[in-house]
């Protein structure tokens, strides 16, 4: 005789039935392994059903029907810490009220407790508007929002890409991801430049100053479905970058004339003020054109 039960977890993975908190290990192992979406319109308050033999567990859950309570190395735990999916930075999110959630095997998210939240936190830091996880090698995977807009696009480096600006393949790449506004035609990217990236005078070498303009312009293209390389490359160094403080880089794709495409880019302080700007020619090797 099948018989049916009505389960409810809150946003802090608290499984209940009947307002009686169920905390055995060995069922909430059981519980979640089991645990899957329900097409039931019978229940459409119970999204989830856990099938053991003849019992149908449903679900109701407060927010995500997967918490993530602890981390484990590079394994997020859920259920009673017998479970766990991989960690992968490029899988976190978080909502506009600030609740961070990362990809879950049922119901493609799982809320992040506050405790777990404020452990991961201090590898997360400010990327322009969103924010961004901070590898162990320096690099930064940008987390997405839930609520972003439609018309800005992330571009995430390539894992078969050996660029030395945008490349997952090359172990010296800066591995920069960009932002681009379809509404204003321009890419953003936001970067703090490290100890490594200094010159003999203390400040961002002038070649890697350049290299961070070349690039951003060249993603103005490359956004476009444009492969070109640079022709020229003028550069204006207004002000000292230094390292340790956050820079933003932008480009616009300002002319194009047959197989050439000219280009302007800017890195600025995040108050505005302009560190270095320049203006690059960009030549296709075959005949593509875009419009402006």
Not at 62 to 78: E, F, K, N, S, W
Request: charged content about 20%; aromatic content about 8%; overall charge negative.
């Amino acid at each position: 005789m099948k018989r049916d039960y009505f389960y409810h977890v809150d946003a802090r993975g608290t499984l209940t039935l009947d307002g009686i908190i169920q905390d055995d290990p060995w069922f909430l192992d059981l519980f979640y392994r089991r645990l899957a979406q329900t097409a039931n319109p019978m229940f459409s308050d119970y999204p989830y059903v856990s099938r053991c033999g003849d019992e149908m567990n449903y679900l109701s859950p407060a927010d995500t029907p997967i918490v993530y309570m602890r981390r484990d190395g590079d394994r997020l735990l859920y259920a009673a810490g017998t479970l766990s999916v991989p960690f992968e930075p490029a899988s976190l999110t978080y909502s506009s009220q600030g609740v961070l959630y990362h990809k879950a095997p049922v119901g493609t998210l799982g809320r992040i407790v506050p405790s777990l939240a404020m452990e991961l936190s201090r590898d997360i830091h400010g990327w322009g508007p969103w924010y961004a996880y901070r590898n162990t090698d320096g690099s930064m995977v940008v987390l997405e929002p839930m609520e972003r807009q439609p018309h800005l696009v992330l571009l995430r480096p390539r894992k078969d890409n050996l660029c030395v600006g945008c490349g997952e393949a090359n172990s010296a790449s800066m591995k920069l991801s960009f932002l681009h506004d379809q509404e204003a035609e321009t890419v953003h990217t936001w970067i703090v430049p490290g100890p490594t990236m200094q010159g003999a005078l203390g400040v961002v070498h002038g070649g890697l100053v350049s290299l961070l303009l070349d690039e951003v312009m060249g993603k103005s293209l490359s956004v476009r479905g444009v492969r070109a390389p640079t022709a020229s490359l003028t550069v204006q160094f207004r002000k000292p970058m230094l390292t340790g403080v956050e820079y933003h880089c932008l480009s616009r794709l300002i002319q194009v004339s047959g197989r050439k495409y000219l280009l302007s880019g800017a890195i600025q302080q995040m108050d505005g003020v302009t560190v270095a700007e320049s203006e690059g020619l960009f030549i296709a090797p075959t005949s593509e054109r875009v419009s402006l």
